[in-house]
């Protein structure tokens, strides 16, 4: 199947810091990727949609401002967590979509913990 | 809208029994179906999925679920336990018609003892 990669895979950061998390389709190029968002032992909330080339689509209560997107190639999406604070520490994890295969299924990267302090 | 409810938050069984993970769907439209295990730390992998096929669909691993749509369920089966099935299933929703967000029930943790 697709593989989905994130980098880094964990992050501790001071507060007020920015933080960058990337994401990038390994053997396929992903019109559209995702960013989810895991607290401990809570499922995945849907955070963004990244388009290539595009502006990124954000669900309701999320702060794009907070939480830039960046999808300038096939291949890589980016996530800038700006001014972290500790409610900001989680589980963040993204997926792509592989236009060639089945519309509807995602292929989800290992995660990126982040811990601010 | 879609809607998906796990109905156990935790499921604890002996390695070498049978494994139900239940899940109940509500979706406005003709619905994708999936399954996703999380190993702790760990990204998502997919088990499975329905797409409006075989309503009893086969994954990895030995496990299997059926799609109901009198019961709107999609329950996932496993014959057999195994130590390596301990993590966190997910059951996912999706409308089948035109690229929909996904959507993730709460999860069930599944304990798997000696």
């Known amino acids: 199947g697709a593989v989905v990669s994130q980098h880094p895979s964990w992050v501790i950061c001071k507060s007020g810091t920015s933080v960058k998390i990337e994401c990038r389709s390994l053997d396929f190029q992903a019109t559209t990727m995702f960013w989810y968002r895991q607290f401990p032992k809570q499922s995945l909330m849907l955070m963004a949609t990244s388009n290539e080339g595009s502006k990124a689509t954000y669900e309701q209560g999320v702060e794009k401002d907070k939480f830039l997107i960046n999808h300038a190639s096939l291949t890589l999406s980016t996530l800038t967590v700006t001014s972290a604070h500790p409610e900001d520490s989680s589980f963040y994890i993204c997926s792509a979509r592989d236009p060639s295969g089945d519309w509807n299924e995602q292929f989800f990267g290992p995660g990126t913990r982040l811990t601010v302090l | 809208a879609q809607s998906v409810t796990q109905l156990d938050s935790h499921v604890s069984v002996s390695e070498g029994t049978p494994v139900l993970l239940r899940c109940n769907y509500s979706s406005s439209y003709s619905p994708s179906l999936f399954w996703y295990v999380q190993h702790p730390n760990k990204g998502l992998q997919l088990l499975l999925k329905?797409?409006?096929?075989?309503?009893l669909v086969k994954g990895i691993n030995g496990f299997e679920a059926e799609f109901k749509k009198s019961e709107t369920s999609f329950h996932l089966t496993k014959p057999s336990a195994h130590m390596s099935d301990a993590a966190e299933y997910f059951c996912v929703v999706s409308a089948n018609t035109g690229f929909q967000k996904l959507v993730f029930g709460t999860g069930t943790r599944l304990l798997v003892s000696p």
């Open positions: 329905y797409t409006s096929a075989a309503t």
